[in-house]
C-alpha cells in the first residue's frame, strides 16, 4: 500500500509542471496543431539541460511566413496576460507587437510568457515562448535578448 501511495505522490509532483501551464489558454496552442505545419516550429524542453538557466520548462511556437496565425495565438496571449503580475508590452498597427510577462508563480516557480509578431514591423516571424522555474524575471529578460 506504500509504494502504491508513494507512486501516486510521485505522479502527481511530476505532472504539476505540465498542468501550470496547461491552465494557461496558450496551452491549447501546444496540442499538436502545427505538427505538420512546415511553417512552424515548435519546441519543448523540462530536462537538466535547462538547471544552469534555472528553469524546468522551456516551450515554444516560431511560425514563419503565416501572419494570420496571429489571429489564433493573439488572443489567447491577451487572456493570459489579464494575469500577469508584471508587463512588458508594445502596440503597432493595432495589434500587439511585443508582449513579456511574469505570470503568477505556481507554487514555489516563476512563469513566464513571451510573445513577438514580427509581421507587425516589417518581419515574417511570430514567435511564442513559455518558462518556467526559479529564474528571476532580469535573469529571463536576458536570455530572451
Given at each position: 500500500?506504500?509504494?502504491?501511495?508513494?507512486?501516486?505522490?510521485?505522479?502527481?509532483?511530476?505532472?504539476?509542471a505540465a498542468?501550470?501551464q496547461?491552465?494557461?489558454?496558450?496551452?491549447?496552442?501546444?496540442?499538436?496543431?502545427?505538427?505538420?505545419?512546415?511553417?512552424?516550429?515548435?519546441?519543448?524542453i523540462?530536462?537538466?539541460?535547462?538547471?544552469?538557466?534555472?528553469?524546468?520548462?522551456y516551450?515554444?511556437?516560431?511560425?514563419?511566413?503565416?501572419?494570420?496565425?496571429?489571429?489564433?495565438?493573439?488572443?489567447?496571449?491577451?487572456r493570459?496576460?489579464?494575469?500577469?503580475v508584471?508587463?512588458?508590452?508594445?502596440?503597432?498597427?493595432?495589434?500587439?507587437?511585443?508582449g513579456?510577462?511574469?505570470?503568477?508563480?505556481?507554487?514555489?516557480?516563476?512563469?513566464?510568457?513571451?510573445?513577438?509578431?514580427?509581421?507587425?514591423?516589417?518581419?515574417?516571424?511570430?514567435?511564442?515562448?513559455?518558462?518556467?522555474?526559479?529564474?528571476?524575471?532580469?535573469?529571463?529578460?536576458?536570455?530572451?535578448?
Amino acid at each position: 500500500m506504500k509504494g502504491i501511495i508513494t507512486l501516486l505522490m510521485l505522479w502527481a509532483i511530476g505532472t504539476s509542471a505540465a498542468l501550470a501551464q496547461d491552465r494557461l489558454n496558450i496551452g491549447a496552442l501546444f496540442d499538436g496543431r502545427y505538427h505538420d505545419e512546415p511553417r512552424a516550429s515548435e519546441t519543448q524542453i523540462s530536462s537538466d539541460k535547462l538547471e544552469r538557466y534555472a528553469l524546468s520548462l522551456y516551450r515554444s511556437l516560431t511560425l514563419t511566413d503565416y501572419p494570420e496565425a496571429a489571429a489564433d495565438i493573439e488572443p489567447l496571449v491577451t487572456r493570459d496576460a489579464a494575469k500577469a503580475v508584471d508587463r512588458e508590452v508594445s502596440y503597432r498597427d493595432g495589434g500587439l507587437y511585443y508582449g513579456f510577462y511574469q505570470l503568477k508563480p505556481s507554487g514555489v516557480k516563476q512563469r513566464y510568457l513571451f510573445y513577438l509578431n514580427q509581421n507587425r514591423n516589417g518581419g515574417n516571424k511570430i514567435i511564442l515562448i513559455y518558462l518556467e522555474g526559479m529564474a528571476s524575471r532580469d535573469k529571463i529578460k536576458e536570455m530572451l535578448k
